[in-house]
C-alpha cells in the first residue's frame, strides 16, 4: 500500500484558539464594562491622581444626579426625602461607610447639603467618589 | 482477535500547555480591565459642629481653604478644560494661585504630625463641584494622602478677607 506523503512539518504555533479566546473576551468586556459601575450613571468629576477607595461590604452609595434626584443604593428618592432616609439607613447599620457619587455638573452646594445630612444622620465620614483622568 | 494499535505518531511526553496558557491569558485580562476600574475617591470629614469662629490660640495651626467666586470663576460646569486659568484660592487668607496650591500645601504640611494634617474647605456653593475636587485634589497632592479633610459649614467663611 502506497503511504500518501505526509504533508511538510509545520512548526508554527496554531494561534487560532488563542484569538478565538481573546476574542470572546473582548465581547465579554465590551459588555460587560458599562455595567459595572454601581448605581446610576452619573457623570463624576475627574481628577489627575485620586487615592483608592477601597469599595468596602456594608458601603452605603448616596448618588446624586445632574437633575437633584438623590439615590442610595438603588433607591431612587426626591431631595426632600433624603435626610430621613439616611438617617434610617445609619439606624439599621452604623458601621458603613457612606461614598457619594455626586454628578461634576452639580453645585457644589448641592453636594455640601447631602454630605451635612450624612453628617445630621450620625456618620462622621464620607467619601467623595472620582474617576481618575486617563493618561493623555 | 487483537486490535491493531495505530502508529499513534510516536508517544508525546510533553505537558500540553495550551490549557494552561488560556487560562492565564485569560486572568491576565480581567485584572487588566478591573484595576483601572477600582472605585477611586476622597475622604471628607464632617465635623460634629460647624467651624463659626476660630479660637485665636489655634489659628496658628488651622489651615482654612477658601474658594470664591471673585478669585476663581468655576460656577458654570467646567468639564475637560479644567480649572480656569488664573484661578487663584485662600489659604488662610493668603492668596495663592491654584496652579501653586500643590507646592504651597507641601511646605505647609509637609513636617506636621499626621494629627495636624486637617485642611478645612469653605466654598462658595454656587460653584461647580467638579471644580472644588479638583482643587482638593491639587491641595491633597501637595500634602499627602495622610490629609484630612474637613468642610466648613459656614459658606460666609469662603469668601471672607
Not at chain 2, 471644580?131 to 460666609?156: M, N, P, S
Request: net charge negative.
Amino acid at each position: 500500500m502506497r503511504v500518501p506523503k505526509a504533508a511538510p512539518v509545520r512548526s508554527d504555533i496554531n494561534v487560532t484558539p488563542l484569538v478565538d479566546v481573546v476574542l470572546v473576551l473582548l465581547i465579554i468586556f465590551m459588555v460587560v464594562t458599562p455595567m459595572l459601575q454601581k448605581g446610576p450613571a452619573v457623570k463624576l468629576p475627574v481628577t489627575v491622581n485620586p487615592p483608592k477607595k477601597p469599595d468596602e461590604k456594608n458601603q452605603i452609595l448616596v448618588a446624586i444626579e445632574d437633575d437633584r434626584e438623590i439615590w442610595i443604593d438603588k433607591e431612587k428618592m426626591p431631595e426632600a426625602a433624603f435626610a430621613p432616609k439616611i438617617r434610617e439607613a445609619y439606624e439599621r447599620s452604623s458601621s458603613s461607610t457612606v461614598v457619594i457619587k455626586g454628578d461634576a455638573r452639580l453645585n457644589y452646594g448641592e453636594v455640601k447639603k447631602a454630605m451635612l445630612a450624612v453628617k445630621e444622620a450620625g456618620f462622621t465620614s464620607v467619601g467623595l467618589i472620582v474617576e481618575k483622568r486617563q493618561a493623555p | 482477535m487483537s486490535m491493531q494499535v495505530g502508529e499513534g505518531g510516536g508517544l508525546n511526553s510533553d505537558i500540553n500547555v495550551t490549557p494552561l496558557v488560556d487560562v492565564v491569558l485569560v486572568l491576565l485580562i480581567i485584572f487588566m480591565v478591573i484595576v483601572p476600574l477600582s472605585q477611586m475617591g476622597y475622604d471628607i470629614e464632617i465635623p460634629r459642629e460647624s467651624i463659626t469662629t476660630v479660637p485665636p490660640e489655634q489659628t496658628e495651626k488651622q489651615v482654612i481653604l477658601a474658594v470664591s467666586e471673585v478669585d476663581c470663576a468655576i460656577a458654570q460646569p467646567i468639564g475637560a478644560a479644567g480649572l480656569p486659568p488664573g484661578c487663584r484660592v485662600r489659604i488662610n487668607k493668603e492668596e495663592c494661585l491654584a496652579t501653586d496650591l500643590t507646592t504651597r500645601m507641601g511646605e505647609i504640611f509637609g513636617n506636621r504630625k499626621k494629627s495636624d494634617k486637617i485642611l478645612f474647605l469653605a466654598a462658595e456653593e454656587k460653584l461647580n463641584y467638579e471644580g472644588i475636587v479638583r482643587i482638593l485634589d491639587l491641595a491633597k497632592t501637595g500634602a499627602g494622602e495622610d490629609l484630612k479633610v474637613g468642610i466648613v459649614t459656614d459658606e460666609r467663611l469662603a469668601t471672607v478677607r
